[in-house]
């Protein structure tokens, strides 16, 4: 018998996503139903990811980490990463803030009386570096506190490292292997029903808003996409033109399947296994990027960085606030800040945006005005983000192998 060919997942989310727009349309009228009835199995879904992201990001840093065998060269490959998503994210934010800029005369005026937003209690700079240190084992991966959990993984991983390689560390870095791929196989589970909660995701938002809102945030939108395609285009291209030695043209096209599963999906976690695969198809090596991917995707937004610079010159020219270069300054500083403690999963943009109004006083109601259309807005920083991971991680891989070849080449002379 013919085997019948079966649609990839990422066509799967994105058929999704065309009906969640079209069924959203014809719901308008029957939005409570949506939001009753619809809704919850998008809930069930995002609950799915947010349940596997701990895992999948200590196990598969801890894996990285092992697997370079040594403390300095983890050392190094992580400084060189760090400040790869650093610099690319401030740039990302700043791009955003002229963007917006230029498109703001366009911007519509929407009335900001009667917003209201429950934002999270913002912390200070130094509590927030204090909170980076886990002081219990288990509640950072119960509170599923992101950058503690890394810390979790390094400290592990570096443990394992010293045992030295007796047969104990062999058992371990097997139980760690394995577990790392039970958890891979659990992900993929969870994103073969991508496509039902993209649609039951959506679907509510298009029908509670309708095409209205889209219209009126078009240009808003419009701001966020150019500054989204600009910024991959320009920064990514010539980072791995210049760094990485490959084309931007390989690099673009090998990206394509995750560029399209974290398109429909929008979320940089969900992606993870994917854009392993794509940078380990480029010739990224695997200890590379096990240990920078899943780093990228909790710490690494550069479109979510962009999408708050846009979102807060939106707001702010709304409530008729104007911003200083100061603020600006500010605002740079608080989103490269922000991005890191958050794991990609859909929405957490949106969180995120509101510590970067509060670090300029803008006011975090704000937020009501752009939180009816943030998935799309989301779709679109979610790609930015996993090219930016990607495209640290091929340059990093990069210059790993240049430094072995030398590392030879001393040790041959
Ligand atoms: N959805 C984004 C991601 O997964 C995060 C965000 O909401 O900005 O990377």
Do not use: W
């Not at 780093?295 to 911003?323: E, K, R």
């Amino acid at each position: 018998m013919k085997e019948k060919k079966k649609l990839s997942l990422a066509a799967q989310i994105f058929i999704a996503l065309v009906l969640a727009i079209v069924a959203g349309l014809l719901m308008q009228k029957h939005a409570d139903f949506a939001e009753t009835y619809i809704k919850p199995f998008g809930t069930i879904f995002l609950n799915l990811l947010k349940f596997i992201v701990v895992p999948i990001v200590l196990f598969s840093i801890m894996c990285g980490i092992i697997s370079m065998k040594d403390i300095k060269k983890v050392g190094s490959i992580g400084a060189k990463t760090v400040i790869y998503y650093m610099c690319t994210t401030a740039f990302a934010i700043t791009f955003g803030l002229i963007g917006a800029n230029v498109f703001k005369g366009a911007f519509p005026k929407i009335a900001t009386t009667d917003l209201s937003y429950e934002a999270d209690q913002t912390i200070s700079l130094m509590d927030t570096i204090v909170n980076i240190f886990p002081s219990n084992f288990l509640s950072p991966m119960v509170e599923a506190n992101m950058l503690q959990v890394i810390v979790i993984a390094l400290i592990l991983g570096f443990g394992i490292i010293l045992l030295g390689e007796g047969e104990r560390n062999v058992r371990i870095v097997t139980a760690c292997n394995d577990l790392n791929d039970i958890f891979m196989k659990c992900m993929e589970m969870i994103l073969k029903l991508s496509p039902i909660g993209v649609f039951c995701l959506l679907s509510p938002v298009i029908a509670a808003n309708g095409p209205a809102i889209i219209g009126s945030l078009a240009m808003v939108l419009l701001a966020a996409y150019v500054c989204y395609i600009i910024h991959a285009v320009v920064v990514y291209s010539l980072a791995v033109k210049a760094l990485g030695g490959m084309s931007p043209v390989k690099f673009f096209k090998g990206m394509l399947p995750a560029i399209m599963f974290a398109f429909s999906s929008s979320s940089s976690v969900g992606t993870l296994p994917i854009n392993m695969e794509c940078v380990e198809k480029m010739g990224a090596s695997k200890e590379v990027s096990s240990f920078v991917l899943p780093l990228g995707a909790t710490i690494n937004m550069d479109g979510t960085a962009i999408y708050q610079g846009v979102c807060a010159i939106f707001i702010a020219s709304c409530y008729g606030i104007h911003l200083t270069f100061a603020q600006m300054l500010t605002m740079i500083l608080t989103a490269t800040l922000a991005s890191i403690g958050t794991a990609g999963v859909p929405g957490a943009g949106m969180v995120m945006l509101a510590m970067v109004l509060t670090s300029v006083g803008l006011p975090v109601d704000g937020i009501a005005l752009v939180a009816g259309v943030d998935r799309i807005f989301d779709m679109g920083r979610t790609v930015v983000n996993i090219t930016g991971d990607a495209s640290c991680c091929m340059i990093v891989s990069n210059l790993e192998r240049k430094r072995e070849v030398k590392k030879e080449l001393r040790n041959g002379l």
